[in-house]
């Protein structure tokens, strides 16, 4: 009897315990999206994670108001390789997608791997 409710216990322990994933590979510190004579620019810096990235790549995803998706913008981090908890500032202009009221994004490594981000949004566009 004993031995069974100490099973149970620590069960409902394990189950109650919080789950941590894996930690984001990319860390968004600051970001902005302002509209400005008929482009869009998307300024922030960026933190990379406990590993080296090479070739960081962004993807700037313009959203209209279902957040359907309207169109997809790349951008590239000026240096090729990020250390380990090395931040970086991005600058991305593109022409103002109309419709696009949200923005979210994504990023990839320079062998063309989705990197984990800690935030992606949606974010609405300034």
Do not use: W
């Not at 959203?63 to 913008?73: E, F, N, R, V, Y």
């Amino acid at each position: 009897m004993e031995r069974r409710y100490a099973l149970g216990l620590l069960a409902s322990l394990c189950a109650a315990a919080p789950r941590k994933g894996k930690p984001p590979e990319v860390a968004i510190l600051q970001i902005v999206c302002r509209r400005a004579n008929g482009d869009v620019s998307v300024d922030g810096r960026l933190k990379a994670g406990p590993k080296a990235v090479k070739k960081l790549s962004l993807f700037v995803d313009f959203l209209g108001t279902d957040k359907q998706l309207l169109q997809t913008k790349r951008g590239d981090v000026e240096e090729e390789l990020l250390q380990p908890d090395e931040e970086a500032e991005f600058h991305l202009r593109v022409s103002d997608p109309v419709r696009a009221v949200l923005y979210s994004i994504r990023v990839e490594d320079g062998d063309g791997r989705d990197l984990r981000l800690d935030k992606t949004g949606p974010f609405p566009i300034e």
